[in-house]
Antibody, heavy 121, light 110 residues
Framework: QVQLMESGGGVVRPGRSLRVSCAVS????????IHWVRQAPGKGLEWVAN????????YYADSVKGRFSIYRDNSKNILFLQMNNVRAEDTAVYYC??????????????WGQGALVTVSS | QSVLTQPPSASGTPGQRVTISCSGS????????VDWYQQLPGTAPKLLIYAYNQRPSGVPDRFSGSKSGSSASLAISGLQSEDEADYYC???????????FGGGTKLTVL
């Protein structure tokens, strides 16, 4: 059974950095693309970033491009989202979600429970 | 202007059939597959329909998806109280090079 668990959320000041992690248990982590999706309080879902199965290709939403970085360690079954120069509008629950393909086109078939990131001074 | 447009709300009575629309363009729904996600209050989203009309294991066949041109629809038949949730469509956009969700539709079972 595949399970995803985020960690590293918390309160961070505007302009500072935070790294959120996603530990994945279950088989074949290294053959699937993984995504980060966020949800601001009371709002809808917003896709944030994707990384291919081998880390060779990455895609980002325009709202985070140049500030956030997605990377993975296939030897440890873990995914990261490095968030730099955070803004108030980055406040959200951050979900990691497995795509059911090796690239950016898969459907999100497994989700974590989410990690709350609050940007506040 | 949203890339994928959904009605903000929908409603029905138990046993009814409800349809939720998702309007896009050639570069997203017209070219790539569409997924639907269900989000119950206070929980993570769950994949409901993928590749327009495929159901993951465990999803009842009361849920179905379809596509016509640059639009997609989710239909729920035999509406039940536990179907009360937020529903989101999603697709990759080849022009914008990103994944997009519709704004979400809040389904109320009256």
């Amino acid at each position: 059974q595949v399970q995803l668990m985020e960690s590293g959320g918390g309160v961070v000041r505007p302009g500072r950095s935070l790294r959120v992690s996603c530990a994945v248990s279950g088989p074949n982590f290294s053959i699937y693309g993984i995504h980060w999706v966020r949800q601001a309080p009371g709002k809808g879902l917003e896709w944030v970033a994707n990384i291919w199965y081998d880390g060779s290709q990455k895609y980002y939403a325009d709202s985070v491009k140049g500030r956030f970085s997605i990377y993975r360690d296939n030897s440890k079954n873990i995914l990261f989202l490095q968030m730099n120069n955070v803004r108030a509008e980055d406040t959200a629950v951050y979900y990691c979600a497995r795509g059911n393909s090796s690239n950016h086109l898969g459907s999100f078939d497994y989700w974590g429970q989410g990690a709350l990131v609050t940007v506040s001074s | 202007q949203s890339v994928l447009t959904q009605p903000p709300s929908a409603s029905g009575t138990p046993g009814q059939r409800v349809t939720i629309s998702c309007s896009g363009s050639h570069s997203n729904i017209g070219t790539n597959t569409v997924d639907w996600y269900q989000q119950l209050p206070g929980t993570a989203p769950k994949l409901l329909i993928y590749a327009y009309n495929q159901r993951p294991s465990g999803v009842p066949d009361r849920f179905s998806g379809s596509k016509s041109g640059s639009s997609a629809s989710l239909a729920i038949s035999g509406l039940q109280s536990e179907d009360e949730a937020d529903y989101y469509c999603s697709a990759w956009d080849d022009s914008l090079n990103g994944r997009f969700f519709g704004g979400g539709t809040k389904l109320t079972v009256l």
